[in-house]
C-alpha cells in the first residue's frame, strides 16, 4: 500500500479518493474549497491539507483530477503548488481531462526536478467514478507506469500506456471524437422514429441486437426518449474537452467535420438552458 495524495475532490475525484482509501493506501487530501476535503475525511479517514504542496509532500504517488490546464498548471506549478514538495522518485498522476501539451509540459517539469509525471485522463463518467470501475489511457514512461499502475486499479477497471507524455491525453481526444458523432447519431435516428410514428423502445430492443447496437444505445437510448438527461457528464465538460479536440487537430491537421459540428449543437443545447444536461441531450435541439 502507497503513501497517495489525491488534489481535487469533484464529481469524478471524490468517489475515485475513496476507492484509493478503501483499498487500503494512506490517503491525503486537498480541495480548492476545503470544507469538501474536510467532509471526505469525515467520510473516509485520512487527512486533508490546505495546499497542494503540503498534500504532496512525503508523498509516493499525487493524483490529481481538477478542471483545465490552467487549474492543472496552479495545483502543479504554482506557488503552492505540488511540484515544490515532491520528492524524487515520486509519482504525479493527473486524471484531468488537458491537452497533449500540458501533459508534456508538466512531464519535463517533473523530469528536471527528479520525479515522474503520467498524463491519465479517465472514461466512463460519475458512474465509473462512482463505482471503482473507470478505464485510464495514460502517458508517459514505462517505469513510472508501472509503479503507478497498481495504485490507478483501486478506481479502474482498464488501464493501458498508450504511450509517451501527451500520448492518454490524445487518446481520451478520440474517445470524446466518437462519443460526440455517435450520440448525434442516435439522437438522430430516436428523432427521426417519433417523426415516423414508431414505438421507440421496441426499436431500440430490436436494433440493439445487431450492428447499431452501442453503450450509449444500451444506457442512454431510453431516457433520450423520454427525455431526461441527468446522468453525469454535462455538455459544459463535454464543450471544453470538444475544444481541445479541436485545438489539437488544428495542430496537427486532422479533419473533424461531425465533431465540429456536434460542437456547435452542443452550443445549441447550452443556449437552450441545457449547460448541465448529460451528453445525450443532444437530441433536446432536435425535439424542440
Not at 501533459?103 to 519535463?108: I, V
Not at 509525471?117 to 473507470?134: H, K, R
Amino acid at each position: 500500500m502507497a503513501k497517495v495524495a489525491f488534489l481535487g475532490l469533484g464529481v469524478m475525484g471524490y468517489p475515485m479518493a475513496r476507492h484509493l482509501k478503501a483499498k487500503g493506501h494512506q490517503v491525503t487530501v486537498y480541495n480548492r474549497t476545503a470544507a469538501k476535503a474536510e467532509k471526505w475525511v469525515s467520510e473516509n479517514g485520512g487527512r486533508a491539507a490546505t495546499t497542494p504542496r503540503e498534500a504532496a509532500e512525503g508523498q509516493e504517488i499525487v493524483f490529481a483530477c481538477v478542471g483545465n490546464d490552467d487549474d492543472l498548471r496552479q495545483v502543479t506549478l504554482g506557488p503552492d503548488g505540488a511540484f515544490q514538495s515532491m520528492g524524487k522518485g515520486a509519482i504525479f498522476v493527473d486524471h484531468t481531462t488537458a491537452s497533449a501539451e500540458v501533459a508534456r509540459e508538466l512531464h519535463a517539469a517533473a523530469t528536471d526536478k527528479g520525479f515522474a509525471f503520467i498524463d491519465a485522463p479517465v472514461s466512463g463518467g460519475q458512474a465509473g467514478a462512482e463505482n471503482g470501475v473507470l478505464t485510464v489511457m495514460c502517458g508517459g514512461d514505462a517505469d513510472a507506469y508501472a509503479r503507478a499502475e497498481p495504485a490507478i486499479m483501486s478506481f479502474a477497471r482498464a488501464c493501458r500506456l498508450m504511450g509517451e507524455a501527451g500520448a492518454g491525453q490524445l487518446t481520451k481526444m478520440i474517445n470524446q471524437i466518437c462519443i460526440a458523432g455517435l450520440v448525434q447519431g442516435l439522437a438522430e435516428g430516436i428523432h427521426f422514429g417519433k417523426k415516423a410514428g414508431l414505438d421507440i423502445e421496441a426499436v431500440l430492443d430490436v436494433i440493439s441486437k445487431g450492428a447499431a447496437g452501442s453503450w450509449q444505445m444500451e444506457n442512454r437510448g431510453k431516457t433520450m426518449n423520454q427525455g431526461k438527461f441527468d446522468f453525469g457528464f454535462a455538455v459544459d465538460w463535454m464543450r471544453k474537452d470538444l475544444s481541445i479536440v479541436l485545438d489539437e487537430a488544428r495542430k496537427n491537421g486532422a479533419s473533424l467535420p461531425v465533431t465540429a459540428l456536434v460542437d456547435q449543437f452542443y452550443a445549441d443545447v447550452q443556449k437552450m438552458g441545457g449547460r448541465r444536461w448529460d451528453t445525450s441531450s443532444l437530441i433536446a435541439r432536435l425535439d424542440k
